[in-house]
């Protein structure tokens, strides 16, 4: 090997020439710049010191907090923890739901300042007697839209016993003034119906939901049953029943008997979370039920609302009175 001059920077515990047996040990403070010698350097006379070392005691410890390999993998919910999941739009049944909302808002206030102090002055400014023969007039105006509907809907003997109802009322009961028929010995009750009834009947869907001024709660089909039903008799009969004469009291009476008819429910209605939709679905399920008793069905099981909304349970247990239609309450265009 050719003479060389060498400048090593090395460290004597890494790499050293051998030590001779009983040599002085020789001490190293720090890193010092060591000549090599021109002469060779034998590959025996070195000896490789191992270097030992291990990642156990590194890999014991936690790793630095956000730099472990977990950092981005899901965890699992914590036990406390509420998952609440929903749907975005419209409630089904009522796709015009912002447009119902705001005008039962508006209605809600109108009845505050308006038609709630007139109802009530009607309740306290008239005799019990008096109002109630007013109501009996409405009703028994109402029974020819009945007995149609119930031929219509091929339920003869409801239509016979209607008809017997509207036929008494009318002569022994004044023009309806008393419900005669009614009475015990006679046992003729009213039974309400409509085209509305009818059209569900025979498989019509109520259609959307609507919530409309002087109307109340209603829907498509309701709607237009309820139209009809107030046309048969201006168009079956004709004067005086096609006048604004008839139609205005008639409409009023209607209206304030209905008002005061459901004025519990609608305090019982405004104490709910959400009075809107309480009304809505009690409504929704109320007519529901109407078409499933009127067909001889079971009805479906009520929402945990309508407990609340009817508060005693005034309109029965369902299936009580099979293909009865119930009183359609709020509704205040039907008559009682």
């Not at 047996?21 to 034998?42: E, H, M, Q, T, Y």
């Amino acid at each position: 090997m050719p003479l060389a001059s060498l400048l090593v920077l090395t460290s004597p515990l890494l790499l050293s020439p051998a030590v001779p047996a009983g040599s002085a040990a020789l001490g190293v403070s720090s890193p010092a710049v060591v000549a090599v010698a021109a002469a060779p350097v034998a590959e025996a006379d070195l000896v490789v010191l191992p270097l030992v070392w291990s990642l156990s005691a590194q890999q014991s410890q936690d790793p630095p907090e956000g730099t472990g390999p977990e950092e981005d993998a899901p965890q699992p919910p914590a036990q406390n923890e509420i998952i609440v999941e929903g749907e975005y739009g419209p409630t089904e049944g009522d796709p015009v739901g912002e447009f119902n909302e705001t005008s039962y808002r508006i209605t809600q206030d109108l009845d505050q300042a308006f038609v709630e102090p007139i109802a009530y002055a009607y309740r306290d400014g008239l005799p019990d007697p008096v109002r109630d023969g007013l109501g009996n007039v409405v009703r028994n105006l109402g029974e020819p839209a009945n007995i149609l509907n119930f031929l219509l809907q091929g339920k003869f003997g409801k239509a016979a016993e209607t008809l017997g109802r509207l036929a008494i009322n009318s002569t022994l009961g004044v023009g309806g003034l008393v419900d005669i028929a009614a009475k015990p010995g006679i046992g003729l009750p009213y039974r309400r119906n409509g085209f509305a009834n009818t059209m569900g009947f025979y498989g019509v869907g109520s259609g959307a939901y609507l919530y409309l001024p002087l109307t109340g709660a209603t829907s498509v089909r309701d709607l237009i049953g309820s139209t009809l039903d107030q046309a048969v008799l201006p168009v079956a009969v004709g004067a005086p029943f096609n006048r604004i004469e008839y139609a205005a009291p008639y409409f009023v009476i209607n209206s304030l008997d209905a008002r005061l008819e459901v004025d519990e429910e609608l305090a019982r209605i405004g104490e709910t979370v959400d009075p809107y939709a309480a009304r809505r679905d009690s409504y929704l399920y109320r007519r529901e039920r109407d078409i499933a008793l009127l067909k001889g069905e079971e009805p479906a099981e009520p929402p945990a609302i309508l407990e609340e909304v009817e508060g005693t349970g005034e309109f029965g247990e369902p299936g009580d009175t099979a293909d009865e239609p119930k009183v359609s309450a709020l509704n205040i265009t039907r008559p009682r």
